[in-house]
């Protein structure tokens, strides 16, 4: 949302009915180096003219000074994939997509080129000691005043305009007669309260019932005290009896530093926020990514008593940031803090509504091999749980007194195979074909190069960056090589034992009617088969 690039006019352009002409607008020429040329650093050498040339191509701009940062010129992850590709094809060295938010610069990516070619490796600088970051301020301490044992009257939420987060307010809602604070971004009360309106709305949970009992804090997860005045945060403290912290920064491809502001800074102010005047027990929503390190690769059963020991080998930033959070949340506990730990697996779309989030993985996986007319021969498993499921077993769960201590693991037990997917995407009237991975991948690539759309070109980093271990694969290769863990649910299904909240196996209907919704509501074209029937 933050421009790329500011235009400086004494007025703006109108048209003869006095209008804001948009299309003199659309027309202005954008020249970043107008209030910085005595920055401007010309390249050095002949690799450092290459890069520039790429960058400028990549960016549409007319020239690209050395210590230029790429962010700041307008570039994102998408483009940053391009820039990637064309280095690849220009200079013959492979760069992670990571390297370019850790050197953003035309001088650095040449200088992790030369590293590259003379060790044959890129410099230790984006090696992360995982367990060094996982240390919770010594300052977060239990206060003299303990929980007290009654119904919350105030909810603290985070997280509450993200997919699963809207689903948690509103199960909280149903589920509980408690007040409910949202922590939102808005300019003010009013704005924040009609963006949470909003989201519950475009999902149909709202409810005019709800408008009084939805009470929006206006602040960040990624500030100190949430951005919020000492005094607010203290209030804030005051009034709240129990915390549920869904809010996270979901990218895979960002690098851990990038999202450690969100992810895991924002997990220690809320810790504290639950530590400060008076115990509030934390419900953390996780991830089972915590589990995606190269040492759980061995067929274990992962069961939810598990120690969360082994970063060694995580290689996103997103799998990386929700481990440290993780360690930090189990240090609160360790300290005195009631604490529930929630770890849901793939999320997908609602099993009643088919109301989906189209910027997921597995959607825009499904979309882009849609838009490819392949998918790739990588057999994975798939556990893909509905959402009305977690977000109905974390608010259940929360409120039962013997869960407090204990880790929680929800996905589906009615696993598919990605193979059985394709096939009844196939059957739906979508001619996808089975490729070899490495020619798959290699048509992604080509896509992404050549600026066309596909769902999958921000994401295309995940399918040809290798993960650290001894036979050097890509994480999608790492799932089906290895030895993939298996997950126990027993204090989940235990804890939901009695209630009707049972999980949906996802079978063709399901995902015929999914499918539908994405037809229904312009995220996918419909298939050519059903069109000339």
């Known amino acids: 949302m933050i421009p790329s690039a500011f235009v400086t006019l004494e007025n703006l352009p109108l048209t003869p009915n006095g209008k804001i002409d948009r299309r003199a607008l659309s027309q202005l020429s954008v020249n970043r180096y107008q209030l910085s040329e005595k920055d401007f650093v010309a390249p050095r050498t002949p690799e450092e003219e290459l890069l520039a040339g790429i960058w400028a191509d990549v960016l549409s701009i007319e020239r690209v000074g050395i210590h230029d940062n790429f962010f700041k010129l307008g570039g994102h992850s998408l483009i940053g994939t391009q820039v990637m590709s064309c280095i690849r094809d220009t200079l013959s060295v492979d760069i992670p997509l990571r390297q370019l938010f850790e050197s953003p610069t035309i001088a650095g990516m040449a200088q992790t080129i030369d590293q590259i070619r003379q060790v044959g490796i890129i410099a230790t600088k984006t090696v992360i000691d995982l367990n060094a970051e996982a240390v919770l301020d010594s300052t977060i301490q239990l206060p003299a005043v303990p929980v007290k044992d009654l119904k919350p009257k105030s909810i603290f939420l985070s997280g509450a305009t993200g997919f699963l987060g809207a689903y948690l307010l509103y199960e909280l809602l149903v589920q509980t007669t408690a007040n409910i604070y949202c922590l939102v971004r808005a300019e003010n009360a009013d704005e924040g309260k009609k963006r949470l309106q909003s989201k519950l709305e475009s999902y149909f949970l709202w ?43 979901v990218n895979f491809v960002y690098p851990y530093h990038t999202l450690k502001a969100t992810n895991v800074l924002g997990t220690q102010e809320i810790l504290r926020l639950a530590t400060h005047t008076k115990i509030k027990p934390v419900h953390y929503i996780s991830t089972l990514s915590v589990f995606d390190s190269s040492g759980y690769f061995d067929g274990r059963i992962i069961r939810e008593t598990e120690a969360l020991n082994d970063s060694e080998g995580l290689f996103f930033g997103y799998a990386q940031s929700k481990w440290v959070a993780e360690k930090l949340v189990i240090t609160a506990r360790e300290r005195g803090l009631p604490v529930c730990i929630y770890r849901p697996g793939t999320i997908v779309g609602h099993s009643q509504t088919n109301i989906w989030n189209p910027d997921d993985f597995i959607f825009r996986m499904i979309k882009g091999c849609i838009q490819l007319g392949k998918w790739p021969d990588l057999n994975i498993t798939l556990h893909l749980t509905p959402v ?19 880790a929680f693991h929800l996905l589906n037990s009615h696993h598919l195979q990605a193979s059985q997917l394709f096939d009844w995407i196939n059957s739906f009237g979508y001619p ?19 600026s066309q759309k596909n769902a999958l070109s921000s994401l295309t980093s995940l399918f040809i960056e290798k993960v650290p271990c001894e036979e050097e694969l890509t994480m999608p290769e790492m799932y089906v090589q290895g030895k993939v863990p298996h997950y126990d649910c027993k204090n989940t299904l235990n804890g939901l034992t009695d209630t009707s909240i049972i999980c949906p196996p996802i079978n063709e209907k399901l995902l015929g009617n999914y499918l539908s919704y994405f037809i229904q509501n312009h995220l996918l074209e419909e298939p050519l088969s059903s069109v000339q029937t």
Request: proline share 4%; aromatic share 8%.
């Open 388 to 406: 009305d499921y977690v977000s109905q077993a974390i608010v259940h769960l929360s409120q039962q007194a013997e869960s407090l201590g204990k």
């Open 432 to 450: 996808i074909q089975q490729t070899p991975y490495h020619k798959w991948q290699t048509e992604l690539v080509n896509i992404v190069k050549s």
């Open 207 to 249: 409810n005019e019932t709800f408008r009084s009992r939805i009470i929006p804090i206006i602040g960040e997860l990624s500030q100190p005290l949430l951005a919020l005045s000492e005094q607010s945060f203290q209030d804030l403290a005051n009034q709240i009896d129990v915390i549920y912290h869904n809010g996270a920064l």
